[in-house]
C-alpha cells in the first residue's frame, strides 16, 4: 500500500519539475523574442523610423487575447504580460536610437 503523504510529495515534486521546465522555456522564448526585436529596433534607426507602431501593436494584443481566452488563459494577464514586453522593447529601441544619434 501506498503512503499518501509520499503519493503528494511525487506528485509535487512532478509538478514542480514541469513548472521549472515551462519556466525555462519561457525564458529561452523571451530571449529569442528579444532578439527578434533587437534587429527590428537596429532597423529602425538605421532609417529613422518611430519606436512604437500602435497599429502593430493593438493588432498583436488583439490576437494574443483571442490566444489566450482560446488557452483558456485570461486575457487580462495576457494583456498585462504583452504591455510589460512592449514597454521594454521600446525601452531598448530609444536607446538605440539615441546610440545611432539618431534620436
Known amino acids: ?4 503523504h509520499q503519493e503528494f510529495a511525487g506528485d509535487l515534486a512532478e509538478l514542480r519539475r ?4 515551462l519556466d525555462a522555456a519561457m525564458v529561452h522564448l523571451l530571449a529569442e523574442r528579444f532578439r527578434c526585436t533587437h534587429a ?13 507602431d500602435p497599429r502593430r501593436e493593438a ?10 481566452a ?5 486575457p487580462e494577464f495576457t494583456q498585462k504580460l504583452h504591455a510589460l514586453v512592449v514597454r521594454e522593447v521600446v ?5 538605440m536610437k539615441f546610440e545611432s544619434g539618431a534620436g
Do not use: V, Y
Open 1 to 4: 500500500m501506498t503512503d499518501p
Open 18 to 21: 514541469s513548472i521549472d521546465n
Open 40 to 52: 527590428i529596433g537596429e532597423l529602425k534607426a538605421r532609417h529613422g523610423l518611430a519606436s512604437r
Open 59 to 68: 493588432a498583436q494584443l488583439k490576437r494574443l487575447r483571442t490566444l489566450a
Open 70 to 74: 482560446q488557452s483558456g488563459l485570461d
Open 91 to 95: 525601452n531598448n529601441h530609444e536607446a
